[in-house]
């Protein structure tokens, strides 16, 4: 039987949009994230703080470990946005989903998904 691999997903504990906070941003970019190197210097030009910055807009995906490690580090406040509660939950295995209500969103594995079976 082989071991399965714990894996880190980052999701949003909030009613607001999942937005990474500018500090993130910088987090990420310092560590060789081309995407958030890219948005960091067109912010700066632009000298806009209020753009929605969310993992699709640096090239990463939900489980990202480069992504999961910037929450970690920074924590959940100052890695989030205005209005964000960015988190990462650990999970075993290589298969989640991401169940949004409203913007709020729900990491599931297939052990925790409740199928209804009908006759």
């Known amino acids: 039987m082989t071991k399965k691999k714990t894996k880190y997903i980052v999701y949003n504990d909030s009613d607001n949009e999942f937005a ?14 081309m995407g958030a190197y890219q948005l960091v210097n067109e912010i700066k030009s632009h000298s806009s703080s209020n753009t929605k910055i969310d993992n699709t807009m640096i090239g990463l995906e939900r489980h990202s470990a480069i992504l999961a490690l910037c929450i970690e580090e920074l924590g959940t406040k100052a890695a989030s946005a205005h209005g964000s509660m960015i988190r990462v939950r650990k999970i075993n295995g290589n298969m989640y ?23």
């Not at 990474?20 to 994230?33: K, Y």
């Not at 913007?103 to 009908?118: D, G, S």
């Open 20 to 33: 990474l906070s500018s500090e993130a941003l910088v987090w990420l970019a310092e560590r060789g994230v």
């Open 97 to 119: 989903l991401i169940k949004r209500s409203g913007a709020v969103e729900t990491v599931l594995t297939p052990e925790e998904l409740v199928w209804i079976k009908v006759d």
